[in-house]
């Protein structure tokens, strides 16, 4: 069975560095693209980007460039998402999603991480 | 970067209703769509792969239909558990873009 389980909410405080991760299994890890969705409190669901962990092969979208880091370890199976400095406006609900076989259009889901920056 | 214009934003329908919702893209993109059922406090998802199939497990009443730049998806039969957002994702290009999302309540 597919699963993607990801890292537990986290509270941090502005300016603060954050990592999240993302570990796959029941898969071949290296071999299928993962996203990272930001889903900010009421709001609708934005691509940061996506990562191969194959060979690292890293996009990210425009709103996203320059904002987080997303890196992958492939001997262990996780993906990750990482800020150096944290805004009150990172406050949001991030996913994992793993692009499936069934075809276009068709990924899973991580269970979310919360991730609440507040002073 | 492709965009995705989705609607209605909301809709109010009864039980039984029959439900559609379009999401329109800015520039072809084949059938490499997926429609996403998202309830409160849950992660997304998949009801609809490659425009118009159907996930396992997913009841009969959801169906998507599409390619190009315009897709569909309809509930043929409205029933209490279907109050969610629904959203449709491209991934036509590395990057995925999502529909702004459609809230169905039900009357």
């Known amino acids: 069975e597919v699963q993607l389980v990801q890292s537990g909410a986290e509270l941090k405080k502005p300016g603060e560095s954050l990592k999240i991760s993302c570990k796959g299994s029941?898969?071949?890890?290296?071999?299928?693209?993962i996203a990272w969705v930001r889903q900010m409190p009421g709001k609708g669901l934005e691509c940061m980007g996506v990562?191969?962990?194959?060979?690292?092969?890293?996009r990210y979208s425009p709103s996203f460039q320059g904002q987080v880091s997303i890196s992958a370890d492939k001997s262990i199976n996780t993906a990750y998402l990482q800020w150096s400095s944290l805004k009150a406006s990172d406050t949001a609900m991030y996913y994992c999603?793993?692009?499936?076989?069934?075809?276009?259009?068709?990924?899973?889901w991580g269970q979310g991480t919360l991730v609440t920056v507040s002073s | 970067a492709i965009q995705m214009t989705q609607s209605p934003s909301s809709l109010s329908a009864s039980v039984g209703d029959r439900v559609t919702i379009t999401c329109r893209a800015s520039q072809g993109i084949r059938n490499d769509l997926g429609w996403y059922r998202q309830r409160p406090g849950k992660a997304p998802e998949l009801l609809i792969y490659s425009a118009s199939s159907v996930q396992n497990g997913v009841p009969s009443r959801f169906s998507g239909s599409g390619s190009g730049t315009h897709f569909t998806l309809t509930i043929s039969s409205l029933q209490p558990e279907d109050s969610a957002t629904y959203y449709c994702?491209?991934?036509?290009?590395?990057?995925?873009?999502f529909g702004g999302g459609t809230k169905v309540e039900i009357k």
């Open positions: 990562i191969y962990p194959g060979d690292s092969d890293t």
């Open positions: 994702l491209q991934d036509s290009n590395y990057l995925l873009t």
């Open positions: 999603a793993k692009q499936s076989l069934s075809g276009p259009g068709s990924y899973s």
């Open positions: 029941g898969y071949s890890f290296s071999s299928y693209w």
